[in-house]
């Protein structure tokens, strides 16, 4: 019988047969990577707000408590964010004919809320409770960064399962004494806990990694 291919055709066919394969096992390992970079998850990048609130000056230069806008933080799943009334509090004697302001006044007038848009909103399917995380010990920058630092709003942190559930297998070194959990730039991460709590948190690792724990 005579021969169908010829060797350089052969040769060309495993070529081409080796590419395919490099090529499959490259395009995993860029998605790989890309599924887990901060830009996927939307990390830096500040979302458009109806207001250009600056958290660096409220949180940071004046001081404003994180509770005082979001005032569910402690007994709720959401936090809650700030009403007009509560920027109104302020801003009736503050930039009182500021423009930028004018959504706010508009909301206060109208007896609207308004419309922030949620940086770290998580999809439906995760059930998260601010209020059992605070409670216990995590503090807000643990999540959501140093946002006393920040002129607009960003993800600081991927808020991915994986990242969650790094912190659920050991949450100790992220847990700070009560009185500590609204302040900024605080270090000791861990280092004022009692050894009951340690051992609690140790004993509960099983259960804060069960996938019922935030899917319900």
């Given at each position: ?172 070194p992220n847990l700070r004494p009560r009185e500590a ?36």
């Amino acid at each position: 019988m005579a021969q169908l291919f010829t060797p350089a055709a052969t040769t060309l066919f495993r070529v081409v047969i080796v590419l395919l394969g490099l090529s499959a096992v490259a395009a995993g390992c860029i998605a790989y990577v890309w599924a887990r970079s901060d830009s996927t998850w939307n990390v830096g990048k500040a979302a458009p707000q109806p207001v250009p609130f600056r958290h660096d000056l409220h949180s940071g230069s004046l001081g404003i408590d994180c509770r005082y806008c979001h005032a569910t933080v402690e007994r709720a799943a959401d936090a809650g964010m700030p009403s007009a009334q509560t920027c109104m509090s302020c801003h009736s004697q503050v930039w009182v004919g500021a423009s930028v302001l004018e959504p706010v006044r508009s909301s206060f007038v109208l007896g609207q809320p308004i419309e922030w848009t949620s940086v770290h909103r998580l999809p439906d399917y995760a059930y998260f409770h601010h209020a059992a995380h605070v409670t216990k010990g995590v503090a807000c920058e643990t999540c959501h960064g140093r946002v006393d630092q920040m002129p607009k709003t960003v993800k600081s942190q991927t808020m991915s399962m994986g990242w969650c559930l790094d912190c659920h297998r050991d949450p100790v070194p992220n847990l700070r004494p009560r009185e500590a959990v609204f302040a900024t730039g605080y270090e000791a991460h861990g280092q004022n806990l009692p050894e009951d709590v340690r051992t609690f948190y140790e004993e509960a690792s099983r259960r804060l990694t069960s996938c019922n724990t935030c899917h319900r």
